[in-house]
């Protein structure tokens, strides 16, 4: 017998704690939920099958074209020219191609084909089908962009049934078109490659018509250039006369000679003006000897020879006899009348030095004259000269040129007689015999794959919102714990003061169940003064335990008991500022735990106006820190409330999350576990409850937060007797 998922012991089980399950753990989901699985195959695919069964398939016909390695229509101007064999078609070439089969101008000569032979493309009947329809528009083919031209919606008929592609790397296009029977697809298809054949041959004529007459313009051109050219020629031959060509050589030495010697002339001239500015400048004797023309020539040296030879024998002497002595005042005379003879001789040939300049200006003046008239010679002859080989070089280009563009002009002509295309039909289109995919047994297996599939994921979207605790769960008969209370959902339900009718009566019967439990048997083994420890837990947080305590709170109050709410949640405390019967929030819970603050002092800041207390903590503490404080320190909190509240309700940490929540279900005399309907998930409860049970804890009850409100009597009351009885 199969087990079912809401076994007790079956979810109560390790395999369920967590949603990983295996393959075997799928077909028993599966095989459970069977029934909506069948339904959901059987609904799918017979709505599939209906979409299929007006499905009409469309036929491909398929051709080739080829295209020549050495023929580019792209390049017109090559056509009959060397080095136009051998060049490869580009990959941009080939695109070109593409774009011209499938452009407007093949596509309408093609269209004026189709209509000569009786082939229409828009013979659809005027009202579609849905299915149709529904193609169009998945297609982005809509009625709307269908314009009122027939001609112009049967070209966009074949440009949308045409495709072109390249072949590889190769100079083949493959061209195909799509219709709904294969006549028309053949038909079309060998409409559209003729037509581009046709128009490529003509344009490619024309290109070699239109190119042959610039040729031949260009030709007549060219030997008129020729004619006039060869003229010019003939007349500078005939004026310049015969020129040697010896002479050049003989003129070009004369010219290096006459070079040779106005340069030296340059430096004489040079060094005599320097000379002649230095004796300009002297004010006495050394300053003319510093000139080194004056300085080495022979009388002056030999002077110069004499004074120096003079001077040292009258300084020899002047050490002997001083300077009053006869001797020595003849000495002087002979040094005086020396230095002015040389003075003398010094300036002379200074003076001669300005007669050398100006013979060395002029001879410099004339040499350079003589140079400047050979050069002129020099140039005259070299523009003779270069002029005749100038002309000459351009009547043998006009000669090239003219021979160039004759062979032009007699390889285009032979072009145009011997014409053959680059292009080709390497492929005669075809007749398909069967449709194209998906044809209908494709669509038929791939609508039982989608079946399938969505059938399979329905038992799997089934089995996990199954997971959910809902308003139909019974604690009882799937965990074995009782059902002591169905908090119903406030959002939607009328409101009479501050809340419905239906949750008072559930908070309120809840508070009874408390009132007696603390007055059974259950508190035989505590004394007659201390009251009744209430503890409530969650597997994880969001299930309402916090809203149930402060319920159950104002009931046992309104009870006349005496009642604490103790949030030992210190990880993620529910601020007092954020609740309406938080009173000041004096109170610190971690404070007391932690000896700062006395627990009478800490319950002296509690008071509200609702008329139980509250004790909690302001901010969240960390982990490890809350941890050790409420193993260490909330058993002795809790024996000290015992003995001065009647009702001590503990709002405890998810279990899931912290281990802090085991500990304090563990120090109360009642255990309520919180269960929300539509959050609470069976595999989390699961778990949850079997940590408690590994900790030997068992709760006493189950409180089902969040259900529907049940009628009392079974019928609603009404707002105006709700609020009568209130009142």
Same mark, same amino acid.
């Given at each position: ?10 979810? @109560? ?32 695919? *017979? ?109 966009? !008929? ?36 003729? #037509? ?35 003229? !010019?020629? /003939? ?44 004796? !300009? ?65 010094? #300036? ?72 053959? #295309? ?64 169905? *908090?119903?959902?406030?959002? @939607? ?44 837990? #969650? ?25 604490? *709410? ?29 000896? *700062? ?10 008071? !509200? @106006? ?75 409860? /699961? ?26 009597? @079974? ?13």
């Amino acid at each position: 017998m199969t087990d079912h998922l809401n076994d007790p012991h079956r979810f @109560g089980s390790s395999d369920t704690e967590r949603f990983d399950p295996s393959l075997r753990d799928l077909l028993r989901i599966f095989w459970q939920r069977r029934g909506v699985a069948t339904l959901v195959f059987v609904s799918v695919l *017979i709505m599939l099958l209906t979409v299929i069964g007006n499905w009409q398939g469309t036929y491909r016909s398929v051709a080739e074209i080829g295209f020549s390695q050495d023929r580019l229509t792209a390049e017109p101007s090559q056509y009959g020219l060397p080095g136009s064999e051998g060049r490869h078609l580009t990959a941009q070439e080939i695109e070109t191609a593409i774009a011209e089969i499938r452009g407007q101008q093949t596509l309408s000569t093609a269209l004026s084909v189709l209509r000569g032979e009786s082939v229409s493309l828009t013979d659809r009947p005027n009202e579609a089908s849905i299915l149709d329809q529904l193609t169009e528009m998945i297609a982005g083919k809509s009625e709307a962009s269908k314009s009122g031209d027939l001609e112009s919606d049967e070209v966009r !008929n074949l440009r949308d049934g045409l495709d072109a592609v390249r072949v590889g790397n190769a100079a083949v296009i493959e061209v195909a078109f799509h219709a709904k029977q294969p006549e028309t697809a053949q038909q079309a298809l060998l409409a559209i490659i003729e #037509s581009y054949l046709w128009l490529r041959e003509d344009q490619q004529k024309a290109t070699i018509r239109r190119q042959l007459a610039e040729v031949e313009t260009q030709f007549k051109t060219a030997q008129d250039d020729l004619a006039a050219l060869e003229g !010019n020629l /003939a007349d500078l031959q005939s004026g310049a006369g015969i020129l040697d060509a010896d002479e050049n050589a003989r003129m070009l030495d004369r010219i290096y000679a006459l070079d040779e010697q106005a340069e030296k002339l340059g430096q004489e001239v040079v060094d005599l003006r320097v000379a002649q500015a230095s004796r !300009n400048g002297a004010e006495n004797l050394d300053d003319l000897l510093a000139i080194s023309d004056v300085a080495s020539h022979p009388v002056v040296q030999q002077i110069s020879t004499q004074l120096e030879a003079r001077e040292q024998e009258f300084v020899a002497l002047d050490q002997r006899y001083g300077p009053k002595h006869p001797i020595m005042q003849g000495k002087q005379r002979e040094l005086d009348d020396l230095r002015n003879e040389l003075r003398l001789v010094a #300036s002379n040939v200074a003076d001669q030095m300005d007669i050398a300049l100006a013979g060395a200006e002029e001879k410099l003046r004339l040499i350079t004259a003589q140079r400047n008239r050979w050069e002129g010679r020099m140039a005259v002859r070299n523009t003779s000269l270069q002029g005749q080989t100038a002309l000459s070089r351009s009547v043998a280009m006009a000669r090239t040129n003219v021979q160039e563009l004759g062979q032009q002009v007699q390889s285009l002509r032979r072009e145009m007689v011997g014409f053959d #295309s680059d292009a080709a039909i390497l492929r005669a289109p075809t007749l398909p015999t069967a449709t194209e995919f998906p044809g209908r047994r494709d669509l038929a297996m791939l609508a039982i794959m989608i079946a399938l599939f969505v059938a399979v994921v329905a038992a799997l979207l089934r089995h996990y919102f199954d997971q959910s605790i809902d308003d139909e769960f019974e604690p009882q008969t799937a965990l074995g714990i009782p059902l002591f209370a169905r *908090i119903p959902d406030q959002s @939607g339900l009328p409101k009479v003061g501050d809340g419905s009718t239906s949750f008072d009566e559930a908070a309120g019967h809840l508070a009874v169940l408390m009132r007696i439990m603390s007055q059974g048997a259950d508190m035989a083994q505590h004394d007659n003064t201390d009251g009744q420890v209430i503890a409530l837990g #969650s597997a994880l947080s969001g299930d309402g335990k916090s809203h149930i305590a402060h319920a159950l709170a104002e009931k046992l109050d309104g009870l006349g008991a005496s009642v604490i *709410i103790l949030d030992a949640d210190l990880h993620d405390p529910v601020l007092p500022n954020q609740r309406q019967h938080d009173g000041e929030n004096t109170a610190d819970l971690t404070d007391v735990m932690s000896g *700062i603050v006395d627990l009478d002092d800490a319950l002296a800041g509690t008071e !509200n @106006g609702d008329g139980y207390r509250y004790l909690g903590a302001r901010m969240a503490v960390p982990g490890n820190i809350a941890t050790g404080l409420i193993d260490g320190h909330l058993a002795g909190i809790i024996s000290k409330l015992r003995s001065r509240f009647d009702h001590v309700i503990i709002d405890t940490p998810p279990i899931l999350s912290v281990a802090d929540g085991v500990i304090a279900l563990g120090l109360a005399d009642v255990r309520l576990f919180a269960l929300r309907c539509g959050h609470s998930k069976r595999r989390d409860v /699961a778990q949850a409850l079997a940590q408690l049970r590994a900790a030997n804890i068992v709760p006493e009850g189950v409180v089902l937060n969040g259900s529907q409100p049940r009628a009392a009597y @079974g019928k609603a009351q009404s707002a105006v007797a709700i609020e009568g009885q209130l009142t």
